[in-house]
Each structure stands twice: as structure tokens, then as C-alpha cells.
């Protein structure tokens, strides 16, 4: 069930069901700065900001055993994606067959080390950590283990570069491109890597953040009179981006979490700008440069996105190739330039429109991570395809320079403030009250 978060105490949430005001919690959006009262929520119900629509806060049913027992599960199937053979290729009565981490591996051995790096980062050890985190946390909560803060803080920090989903959509993508040439067969191991993936995915829905936070610690709330329904600098008071605590303008750490706190993201716009320009720099090369060299018969062809993409459409692969051209042209461009608008507007004295282009910004936080599923069709296919001069798949420079165009656009979107869109929505005063607190904290 969907709720909003409440502008005054004494309403509650659902009307046959009493809610203690004292129990509600004020918070502060992310996205928007609008203070409100967060109504006590009743297992699986959400709340979602009064101004912008963003969640607030989902409470689930079980918020300890659920993700625990999830995340157990997901870390025992890709223990088992590594024990067994993953998938193996026949081709003119030669046979390859490769375990799931070869994927990197192979890579490393490739003198690509920075991309098997950075692969095996996104498919294995982020993954990983992001379960262990969530076992050791949810034991926290019961047992009162050490450095939960800290554990927290890295879990969220990592979740987005997490990109087994993405994984798992390139192997498909292989298939689809190798199946006409070679027989494929699956083993044990990819059906324990797809469980892995749908584990993964439930056990980050099943994960209450505010109540995990709750259970570190109780949230601080303001020590002086506020009004709800107002903006946190309206009321002197700024959100902690890691634990989502109320903290007072004036106070540098978060006192639930330590982490240095400012009103809005220090230099947003600046640093975003820096990002993007740098993804448009990089864009050409990553565009210029082979993503891979496809050995067959013999014949050696460096392949770019762009020829990659027009040999699967002569081929009659349409659907991949529709795919790929998304992923790899359509989404990393469209981002940056959405994201150099979102930066106008932002910068723009008074404008129309936050909400929808605050939709924007949630839209290409989301999207932007599925440009890399180029760069990991790649390294799987380099690992899987590999007969010599019959037929082989080597990865170009380019899956390196066009992954650090995916990232930094990424790191672009988490550069950004969104709060700065609903800041000049209001009077300049506002503008000018906020740069007078940012010189009071810093
Ligand atoms: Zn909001
Ligand atoms: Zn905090």
C-alpha cells in the first residue's frame, strides 16, 4: 500500500489505524528538502514524499530474518556459479567450456588487468560484499555487533555498482549472438548465477534502510521548534545522505552515523559539469577504438559499437542489435545531455518544473548503469570464444575507454544535488540564504 508522508503529526497514514504521534519521525527528501512528519508505517506499506512523489521509506514484514536468510541464499548460489562449470561452446568438434570466474580472468591474462579489475568488482566481489554486509548487519541488529555504522556506510555507497542484473542481460545477449555459429550448453553453474541474480535483487527490495538505521541507532531529531511542510534550510536543518538523519545546520557530523554533512552537495554543479565533459572526451575514443578483435577462419576484424552494431543488423539480429544500440549510443548519450540540462536548471535563477525534471534525474541515475552491458558482453564472450585462428574473441582497448565513459557518467549522476532544482524554484532569497549557511558550517 502507498502513503505519503504526513505535514503534521496528528494525521495518520491509514484511517483505520491509529498512529502514536509521538512515534512519528521527521525527515527530510533527498530529492526535494521538504521537511515532513514520516507517519508509523505497517508492514508492507511505503511512503512517498508529499512534493515529489520519492519514497521515503518501505517498511517490510520480518526486517531481520527476510534479508538475512535472502542474502545467506544469494551468497551460497554464486559460492556454487564458481564450483561449476558455467557455460561451454562447441564449434566444428572443438569444445570450450568456462567457469563463471573466467569471465575476468581471462581478461587478466589478456593484458586488460584494469578491466578485469573492474569487472570482477562488478560482478563478484561488490555483489558479495554488498551480501555479507547485509548478513553481518541484520546479525548486528540482534546481536549488537562492532562497526555497523561503518559497514552501512559502505553497503550504500556500493549497492548501484553492483551490476549482476546487467550481467546476466549480456549473457543473454552472447547466447543470442553465438547460437547461430556454435552449440552452447549451459552448466550447473549459470542456473546457481541466474538464482544468484533474482536473490540478489529480492534481498535489496526485502531491506528496510530506515529501520536498519533505526536499529543502529534511534534517529536525531531537531532539539528546537520546526514546522513541517517547510524546507530543511528553511528550518536550519540538512539531510545526512548516508543515514537519512535531521541534522542541524550548524553541525558538521551527523551525529548517528559521523559523516561530514553539508546542506547541499559541495560544488554539485561544478564536479557534474567536470564528469560529464570528461564522459564527452572520452566518448570519441571509446567510439573510435576496436571494443573487440573477432578471429574467424583466420580473418582477423577489429570491431567498433557502432560496426559492431550494423554487423548484427546485416546478420538479421535485430533485437540484439536494437539492444546494444540503447545501451551503448542511445542511453550514454541522452544521459549527458539530460544531465547538461539538469545543470542549467539547476544554475537558472527561477524555472518552472522541478518535479518533472526531478522524474528526469531519478530516470538517468537508473538507466545509466545499463550502458555497461557492452563492455560485459565482451569479457564473456573473450572468455567462452577462444579456438585459435578457427574462431576467437579478444577484448579492444575501447571496452576500457567506453567503461570509463559508463562510470564517470555514473559518478556524474551521484555528483549531482537534485535539491538544487526545488531551491531555485523558490525566491532568490533563498539562493542567498542557503550560500550564508554553507559559510556558517564550513
Ligand atoms: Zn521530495
Ligand atoms: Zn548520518
Known sequence: MNTTATLSARQTHCPDQVADPRQDELVLCPHC??????PVLAAGEQAHCL????????RQPNPILRPALYAAS????????????????ALAGNRSEIHFFDTSAVLFTEYQQVLAILIWLFIQAVPAFCMLAIIYLKLGMRYHLPARIWVA??????????????????????????VATAEISLGMSFWAFCL?????????QVLDRHALWASIAPSPQPDTEVTAGSTGLDQQLKLCHCCTAVVPLRQRHCSRCHTKVTARLPASIQKTLALLITACVLYIPANMLPIMRTVSFGDVTDSTIISGFFMMWQDGEYPVAIIIFLASVVIPIIKIVLMFWLCYLAAKPRHAGAKHSGNIYRLVDWVGRWSMVDVLVVAFMAALVRFGLLASV?????????AAVVITTMLAAVSFD????????????KAVQYRQAEGKIK
Request: hydrophobic share 60%; net charge positive.
Open 394 to 402: 579478444y577484448p579492444g582497448i575501447g571496452a576500457l575507454v567506453f
Open 33 to 38: 528538502d521538504l521537511l515532513q512528519y514520516l
Open 418 to 429: 537534485p535539491r538544487l532544482l526545488w531551491d531555485n524554484q523558490q525566491p532568490a532569497a
Open 153 to 178: 556506510r559502505v553497503l550504500f555507497m556500493l549497492k548501484p555498482w553492483s551490476m549482476v542484473d546487467i550481467f546476466l542481460m549480456g549473457l543473454l545477449i552472447s547466447f543470442v549472438k553465438l
Open 196 to 204: 544468484f541474480c533474482l536473490l540478489h535483487l529480492r534481498t535489496f
Open 51 to 58: 512534493r515529489c512523489q520519492h519514497q521515503l521509506d518501505a
Open 74 to 89: 544469494a551468497l551460497l548460489m554464486l559460492l556454487l556459479a564458481n564450483l561449476f562449470p558455467f557455460v561451454s561452446m
